[in-house]
T-cell receptor, first 115, second 114 residues
Framework: EAQVTQNPRYLITVTGKKLTVTCSQNMNHEYMSWYRQDPGLGLRQIYYSMNVEVTDKGDVPEGYKVSRKEKRNFPLILESPSPNQTSLYFC??????????????FGEGSRLTVL | AQSVTQLGSHVSVSEGALVLLRCNYSSSVPPYLFWYVQYPNQGLQLLLKYTTGATLVKGINGFEAEFKKSETSFHLTKPSAHMSDAAEYFCAVSRSGGSYIPTFGRGTSLIVHP
């Protein structure tokens, strides 16, 4: 089954404790991206990757890191989480070219609470 | 640059009534347009999309949207709302400026009353 898998789905942590949210897709997609969803603000892009070893900042990259060492994985790293990073996070992937360009496949989300 | 405006953060309808969710976009090139739906506690899934060709696009669960270039709109409609349609709906545009990275609207929460 084609899917984007995120882990963990739910996490409560404390300020400053490094954490990683993993994302994996099995569709051989070139493009992967991280979003955060906050009430009233919709989806905001954090980072994206056009292919292996190619990453770029989105609209709200501060406080986050990513890496793309393999095509299928795109982890989101919070080196020193703060309460303002409490949010619902989504990973998404897509083919870069073709008629489906721009159509994203989303994971089920990771709800992060930073105390 | 491309952008999306969804009018109304919340839309409330009665079961059986017409659903109309509004989306206006700006794009410097012919856009690709999408509607995504997010059911409670789930990720977003594609409802329908317009890339080229017929401007009236049909999607899943009886939804459809019409691309109107002159109005720069891509409104989502459904003739008769069902309780299961209650969800968050996002409009998105891509393909502007040579980039296929989509830009999302802020979302519209559809509330369906019995």
């Amino acid at each position: 089954e084609a899917q984007v898998t995120q882990n963990p789905r739910y996490l409560i942590t404390v300020t400053g404790k490094k954490l990683t949210v993993t994302c994996s897709q099995n569709m051989n997609h070139e493009y992967m991206s991280w979003y955060r969803q906050d009430p009233g603000l919709g989806l905001r892009q954090i980072y994206y990757s056009m292919n292996v070893e190619v990453t770029d900042k989105g609209d709200v990259p501060e406080g986050y890191k990513v890496s793309r060492k393999e095509k299928r994985n795109f982890p989101l790293i919070l080196e020193s989480p703060s309460p303002n990073q409490t949010s619902l996070y989504f990973c998404a992937s897509s083919l870069k070219q073709g008629a489906n360009t721009g159509e994203l496949f989303f994971g089920e989300g990771s709800r992060l609470t930073v105390l | 640059a491309q952008s999306v405006t969804q009018l109304g953060s919340h839309v409330s309808v009665s079961e059986g009534a017409l659903v109309l969710l509004r989306c206006n976009y700006s794009s410097s090139v012919p856009p690709y347009l999408f509607w995504y739906v997010q059911y409670p506690n789930q990720g977003l899934q594609l409802l329908l999309k317009y890339t080229t060709g017929a401007t009236l696009v049909k999607g899943i669960n009886g939804f459809e949207a019409e691309f109107k270039k002159s109005e720069t709109s891509f409104h989502l409609t459904k003739p008769s709302a069902h309780m299961s349609d209650a969800a968050e709906y996002f409009c998105a545009v891509s393909r502007s400026g040579g980039s296929y990275i989509p830009t999302f609207g802020r979302g519209t929460s559809l509330i369906v009353h019995p």
